[in-house]
């Protein structure tokens, strides 16, 4: 019986493929998202209020995967650019409510050709694309279920 030692080999890991992935990807994301004003990490937080405001912080970081550590040094910055604004819940003065402001929701506009030009990048049709999306939800959920 031949052994093989094929997953010992950097390029045999799954995990550094995905690595590779995301960091090329999110390079490529910089040019782009510069003249926003924003870095990948606060595009992905626009990403999500733009999506469903207001969100109380906690709420925001459910849903990006993020503690409150790494989430309010970026939502800090993005208050400090007068694209989004935190306010005590009135229900619960324990929660901080997230909400866009008028140059947030305007930014909005300016995000569609980001994700036009990354579109044309990633060189792969709609179909592969909502398949891949679809092999790397599997993915992170077999890991999240244990």
């Not at 990006?64 to 993005?78: A, E, R």
Request: with cysteine; charged share 25%.
């Amino acid at each position: 019986m031949k052994k093989s030692l094929d997953f010992l080999y950097l390029d045999g890991q799954p995990c550094f493929k995905l690595y590779l992935a995301s960091k090329t990807i999110i390079q490529s994301y910089g040019p782009l998202l510069k003249p926003l004003g924003l870095t990948y990490p606060q595009y992905l937080v626009m990403l999500v209020l733009w999506e469903a405001e207001p969100m109380s912080v906690k709420e925001l970081g459910n849903r990006l995967h993020l503690d409150s550590g790494t989430l309010s040094p970026l939502l800090k910055k993005l208050q400090d650019k007068k694209i989004v604004e935190k306010v005590r819940s009135k229900e619960d003065e324990r929660s901080v409510v997230i909400s866009l402001t008028a140059a947030g929701k305007k930014l909005k506009e300016k995000a569609f050709s980001v994700q036009s030009s990354i579109r044309q990048e990633i060189c792969l049709n709609d179909q592969r694309l909502n398949e891949l999306t679809s092999m790397l939800d599997e993915f992170t959920a077999s890991f999240q279920d244990k």
